[in-house]
């Protein structure tokens, strides 16, 4: 008929606009924002077969009902059909405008034939460098450029774990088994102008989104795909969730969650959490092959503690490494402790795997920050 998409309008940000607070644009793909926020990361309907030698089967959105509001609404519901080869689904969608934008999202899909991955509630964002992964090219004046920096995760159990992203030089795959988890997504963590010194891209503004469940997803995982990107125009992150069974084909799959488009009120550990990864080291005398990275860490649980409190670091590797050494200390600059790692790579073909997280005699102070260092 000749349209793209349909785009919402809002008074967010002050009574006398109205901004543009959703929109529906391509394949499956929508976005929204929250208030003070610029357009950053992406929502999909589904996503199928991502990251599979086979291909990505993208499915689209075909039909669209809005439901009229009445005078001063505050919402807005919008029902869709989504069709692809393999899949088919209704969608119920409703928009509360705020803050923090809310997407409730209820699905019911059929398979026609069987997938080898159903992506649920997919994130699509875009990672070309930052603080963990500095800029290939010497010539970029800017510090980081990326829609999100991290993925966040919260067990069922209660466990947060953060991993920072990257851009790799293959494609990387990655997940986190969980049963019935508490949330997921992608955020932007770093909040600063300075941290990008873009006055045309604004990062420091793009929102992150927070997945949250409405319904159970029972066992399964959240699946992180990285793909190589040469420049900033391509999405190159996805995260999902995967469950481990699904229906036959003609059997309806169901699934309930809310999406939170969030700026300043991101949905974090109660105790502390990761504010920025950093690879490399300071002078040293004797060169060596070993590798560091500096994770700084923030939050009540840190700046309450009394300057001669013990804090201990809990570093693990997973894969393909060999930890020499770990330190934290107190940050007085942002009140909170800076972890340091030293380790060598066993095998440089070979990804590694790290995990770390701080505690005292009492329990645990933090998120589990999860990294992956991909092969050279």
């Known amino acids: 008929p000749g349209f793209a998409g349909f785009r919402v309008h809002y008074a967010l940000n002050t009574p006398k606009y109205k901004d543009e607070v959703l929109v529906f644009l391509g394949a499956s793909y929508f976005r929204a924002l929250g208030k003070g926020q610029h357009y950053g990361l992406s929502a999909r309907g589904l996503a199928i077969d991502t990251g599979l030698a086979s291909g990505e089967e993208f499915p689209s959105f075909v039909e669209f009902w809005l439901v009229r509001p009445a005078a001063n609404a505050t919402e807005l519901t919008i029902y869709a059909l989504l069709d692809s080869r ?11 405008p705020g803050v923090d934008t809310a997407v409730d999202v209820r699905e019911r899909l059929f398979l026609r034939e069987r997938v080898t991955r159903l992506g649920i509630a997919p994130l ?40 920072p992203l990257v851009n790799p030089r293959r494609l990387q795959v990655s997940s986190f088994a969980l049963t019935n988890p508490a949330g997921f997504g992608l955020q932007q ?6 941290d990008y010194e873009d006055l045309e891209a604004h990062f ?51 699934f309930e969650y809310r999406l939170l488009w969030q700026m300043e009120n991101e949905t974090r550990p109660p105790q502390s959490w990761v504010t920025q ?6 002078y040293r005398k004797v060169p060596d092959k070993s590798l560091d990275f500096v994770v700084d860490f923030e939050g009540p649980a840190l700046s309450k503690l009394p300057h001669d409190a013990q804090v201990e670091p809990v570093v693990t590797a997973v894969a393909n490494a060999q930890i020499l050494e770990s330190n934290v ?8 402790y800076r972890l340091t790692i030293r380790f060598n790579r066993v095998d440089d073909a070979k990804p590694v795997e790290l995990r770390a997280f701080l505690r005292n005699k009492t329990g645990t102070l933090s998120e589990t920050w999860s990294y992956l260092l991909p092969p050279n």
Not at 205 to 231: C, H, M, N, Y
Not at 277 to 282: A, I, K, L, N, V
Not at 329 to 336: A, M, Q
Request: overall charge negative.
């Open 86 to 96: 393999r899949v088919t689904g209704a969608y119920r969608f409703i928009l509360r």
């Open 124 to 163: 699509t964002s875009m990672f070309l460098f930052g603080s963990n992964q500095p800029p290939t090219t010497p010539t970029d004046y800017r510090p980081e450029v990326h829609d999100s920096d991290v993925l966040s995760v919260q067990s069922g159990t209660g466990e947060w774990i953060v991993r």
């Open 329 to 336: 200390f107190r940050n007085d600059v942002t009140d909170g």
């Open 277 to 282: 990864t950093r690879r490399g080291h300071g």
């Open 189 to 194: 963590r770093d909040r600063t102008f300075s």
């Open 204 to 254: 420091e503004k793009r929102p992150s989104v927070w997945v949250q469940p409405r319904s159970k997803f029972d066992a399964g995982r959240v699946e992180l795909v990285q793909i190589p990107t040469p420049d900033e125009t391509n999405d190159n992150i996805v995260a999902y969730w995967v469950p481990d069974v699904l229906p036959g084909p003609q059997e309806p799959i169901d």
